[in-house]
């Protein structure tokens, strides 16, 4: 602790984990800094499907801190709704053998009391007027709980609210060196400005690793070796067009939500 008794935080990263670990901490009297390379949610955060679910996490524990995160994010927006849409999730099994792991993945989900319906086709289209279904389709099932996070709108609230609790943002602030001090560290970003911490946190993504590099640690992330990986997907969005889809859709062929204004 510095001698001021404040407790100060400098967090790098300011995607959607970094400025919601801000907003915790400034609510609890925290002095936090934050440094963004870029701006703010331009990293990671720009580039996330972001789905909200427990669905197919394991092992139990993984699981479970899914589940408290579905409850959270349902909380955390009661105040400000518009970045949050717990719409449910419908997926889509055409072939015997995503028949079979749905069916399992519903059964094990339910034995938790995790909420799931086995739909017909009818109903299937019912939920998802806007899709058309093939007749292949042999089982469907629709998870009402789940949802997914319009990430700028979540940034947008986020700012208002770190700015509103005096947490200090520095954008297009790139950090070149790490230093342990005897009061815990010294940030220093490429203009030169540094910044005195009790506690470091390391919020940066899929460059983790090259930030903590700068203090000679090592984050455990999975990394791209390769095209097919399964570090990577594809997020592609669409024009504005004139189709009706209220949730998030998974098929074997893509998954699909909205992301609003038609598209």
Do not use: C
Request: overall charge negative.
């Amino acid at each position: 602790m510095n001698s001021t008794g404040v407790q100060r935080v400098v967090i790098i990263g300011g995607g959607i984990v970094g400025v919601s670990i801000a907003a915790e901490l400034a609510s609890d009297h925290v002095e936090v800094t934050i440094v963004e390379k870029k701006q703010l949610g331009s990293g990671t955060t720009s580039t996330s499907y972001a789905w909200v679910n427990a669905n197919g996490k394991e092992p139990e524990s993984y699981y479970q801190i899914n589940a408290a995160g579905i409850e959270g994010h349902r909380k955390l927006s009661a105040d400000s709704g518009r970045w949050f849409a717990q719409s449910g999730h419908l997926e889509i099994a055409a072939d015997a053998s995503h028949e079979a792991d749905l069916r399992r993945r519903a059964e094990r989900l339910a034995s938790h009391g995790y909420r799931v319906d086995e739909v017909s086709a009818t109903q299937a289209r019912e939920l998802e007027p806007g899709l058309i279904l093939p007749d292949s389709l042999r089982v469907a099932v629709h998870f009402p709980d789940e949802g997914f996070v319009y990430p700028m709108l979540y940034m947008a609230d986020a700012a208002a609210k770190l700015r509103a609790r005096g947490v200090t943002i520095r954008e297009s602030a790139e950090v070149v060196a790490i230093d342990e001090t005897t009061a815990g560290a010294r940030v220093q970003i490429s203009s030169g400005e540094t910044f005195e911490a009790d506690r470091v946190v390391i919020a940066a993504g899929r460059w983790g690793n090259e930030v903590a590099g700068l203090a000679g640690a090592e984050i455990p992330l999975a990394s791209f070796s390769a095209p097919g990986d399964v570090t990577v997907g594809h997020l592609v969005r669409t024009s504005a067009v004139p189709v009706q889809l209220s949730g998030l859709v998974t098929t074997p062929w893509l998954n699909a939500r909205p992301d609003g204004g038609g598209r």
